[in-house]
């Protein structure tokens, strides 16, 4: 009785071992994104001192409502990005939500002499036990990341 109880601790013992050494997490996260930009001749940015910018010295701000996505404050004056519209796919779906969303930017301090569009769209695969918050905040990360890399991308030295 004593050796069939150390064999059954022994098997379990080994059980949790193996199930302990896998990589099993509950949680998935797959993600792609597209920008689409409308930018004027490189000559309209001129005025602003917007051209020949170190990706690393523009400084960017992207809100969306009372949010603000992505701030990154540098040695320029802010490119102050405005997202208009934001649409995304159903949020509440429990356990697995496939997340096709757009958005629509506009750069804000300089629309009536610089009028950008900028259009951004993505796609967000969740596997787990995400809220729709939690949802939605992966959304505008990965929103303000892109529209911050695609102006930090346009006005560039490297443009």
Do not use: C
């Not at 050494?21 to 797959?30: A, D, G, I, M, Q």
């Not at 170190?54 to 802010?78: M, Q, R």
Request: net charge positive.
């Amino acid at each position: 009785m004593k050796s069939r109880r150390k064999i059954i601790y022994i098997v379990i013992g080994l059980v949790l071992i193996a199930i302990a050494s896998l990589n099993f997490s509950y949680y998935k996260t797959e993600s792609s994104a597209y920008t689409m930009a409308s930018w004027p001749s490189q000559t309209a940015n001129a005025p602003f001192g917007l051209t020949k910018v170190k990706p690393e010295d523009l400084s960017v701000i992207v809100l969306h409502e009372k949010d603000t996505l992505y701030k990154a404050i540098n040695k320029t004056k802010p490119v102050v990005i405005s997202v208009k519209t934001l649409e995304t796919g159903p949020l509440w779906i429990p356990l697995y939500k496939s997340i096709d969303y757009t958005a629509e930017a506009t750069i804000k301090e300089y629309e009536s002499k610089l009028p950008l569009q900028l259009t951004v769209g993505g796609h967000l695969s969740l596997t787990g036990n995400y809220s729709a918050r939690q949802a939605r905040d992966m959304i505008n990360k990965a929103l303000g990341e892109s529209l911050a890399n695609e102006t930090k991308r346009h006005f560039s030295e490297g443009q």
